[in-house]
């Protein structure tokens, strides 16, 4: 049985680099067992965008931003990720988890346009650590704010 597909959005490193994919790749085994088809798009450490199997699922990733423009380009662009996500002509939902407020809210408002639900998977809610200084402080604190309070309550749904 087939019911669609279910994209799972983060920076996800495969196989089991961080607790962020073991999260997600449990998640996905229960959305599999419903009858949807899962599919990843994650990070890595290598140059380029790969593609490849783990656990059943199609796993798609990029490199891991490594300067200051890199990471706006990350925080602030959904464009990767559509490319991947219109290889798929079935897509139910786009799960993100822990996505960054400007690509969330950006996605949000494309997913309503294509009947498509957005949902987030959320474990980072607490405020910027106390030894973070800087713009970096700011930035994550307005980011913190925006997704908690502006763009989660206008998702679909919430994974808590």
Not at 108 to 122: E, L, M, P, S, V
Not at 147 to 155: A, E, G, Q, T
Request: charge should be positive.
């Amino acid at each position: 049985m087939n019911n669609g597909t279910v994209i799972y959005i983060g920076a996800f490193e495969f196989p089991d680099k961080n607790p962020a994919t073991h999260r997600a790749v449990s998640n996905s085994k229960a959305i599999r067992e419903l009858g949807y088809n899962v599919v990843f798009i994650g990070i890595n450490n290598d140059n380029e965008c790969i593609k490849k199997k783990y656990f059943g699922f199609d796993v798609y990733s990029r490199k891991y931003p490594e300067n200051i423009i890199d990471w706006l380009k990350y925080i602030t662009t959904y464009q990767f990720n559509l490319n991947i996500i219109r290889k798929y002509n079935d897509v139910k939902a786009i799960i993100c988890y822990n996505s960054p407020s400007v690509s969330l809210f950006l996605l949000n408002k494309w997913g309503r346009k294509q009947n498509i639900k957005i949902i987030a998977d959320c474990t980072e809610w607490y405020e910027v650590e106390k030894g973070e200084k800087g713009i970096k402080r700011y930035v994550k604190k307005i980011d913190i704010y925006c997704r908690m309070h502006l763009i989660h309550p206008k998702l679909y749904a919430v994974i808590a």
